[in-house]
């Protein structure tokens, strides 16, 4: 089972992009969907998916956060063909962030933000890698920039079934910016492959909630050490949510609330929002009583 879960946040199109997003890759489907009744946002949908074989989800829940490149998705394609056609599609309404062509990196490569906002790099690799095409990919900027490998080694400390791949640095005088040290870095928490570089060059935007990550714990143990091992910002802490020390956003969740909120009745899962929206940490004796009602 999918441990990490990455959660794509938008104002209302939320199932919108995500049949958009499962018309492009591979091994894609639309999981689930179910509306949430009481929110502070009102009803808020939500929709699970999954696109290459991964699992994704999505909230449609007002427009508070604004997608941008400091997390993006780097797709791993067999062919230049391959590339080429998801550049066609995620390239429609939306703009190239490093146009399409060949880099020393990869002899087939874009780096887009589609109509959504949500941002992909395309790359041609080695057809023999049948491993995790979609990697998501965390730019360190602004403050955070140069922490990059700094955080690499903090996740893989708290994350359990974890390491680090591979840390490339920048060369003296590639950066625009002195502070910038990785160029890139491959990681896996919890299996799961991620990346992460330092932005070489001048930007304004940084981690915001658009993109988070969704951690299912199996117990509240697990999401005590996992709330108490990342949450650095108090007054970022609200409905299992939690901000890291250089700004990812963190759900750490029980394992089973997709199987509450997504097929649970009416009244359970009106129960359920209740409790959780007074809370900060999820409690799960609290929640599983509101679950039933008692």
Excluded at 9 to 33: C, Q, S
Aim: glycine letters at 8%.
């Amino acid at each position: 089972m999918q441990k990490i879960i990455p959660h794509l946040w938008y104002d209302k199109e939320a199932k919108e992009a995500a049949v958009y997003y499962t018309g492009i890759f591979d091994n894609a489907r639309i999981l689930d969907t179910t509306v949430i009744e009481g929110t502070p946002s009102g009803d808020a949908e939500m929709v699970s998916f999954q696109l290459e074989g991964q699992k994704f989800a999505a909230i449609s829940a007002g427009p508070f956060f604004k997608h941008n490149p400091s997390i993006s998705f780097m797709v791993a394609c067999s062919t230049a063909e391959d590339v080429d056609r998801k550049h066609a599609a995620l390239s429609q309404g939306g703009f190239e962030l490093m146009p399409l062509g060949e880099y020393p990196f990869s002899k087939r490569y874009a780096w887009i933000q589609d109509c959504y906002g949500v941002s992909w790099q395309l790359m041609l690799v080695d057809d023999s890698n049948e491993g995790q095409r979609i990697t998501p990919n965390l730019l360190f900027t602004g403050d955070v920039c140069g922490k990059a490998e700094e955080a690499v080694e903090y996740y893989t400390k708290v994350f359990r079934n974890s390491r680090i791949d591979q840390v490339s640095r920048y060369t003296d005088g590639e950066a625009q910016k002195p502070e910038a040290k990785v160029n890139f870095a491959g990681f896996q928490l919890e299996g799961m492959s991620f990346a992460a570089m330092d932005n070489g060059y001048s930007a304004d935007f940084s981690f915001n909630e658009s993109i988070s990550f969704i951690v299912g714990c199996q117990d509240q143990e697990e999401i005590d050490y996992y709330w108490n091992a990342l949450s650095a910002e108090p007054e970022a802490e609200q409905c299992g949510w939690l901000k890291d020390r250089y700004g990812v956003s963190w759900q750490i969740t029980p394992e089973n609330m997709d199987e509450v909120m997504y097929h649970g009745s009416k009244e359970e899962k009106l129960r359920v929002t209740e409790a959780f929206l007074k809370m900060k940490k999820f409690d799960l004796a609290v929640l599983e009583k509101a679950r039933l009602g008692r």
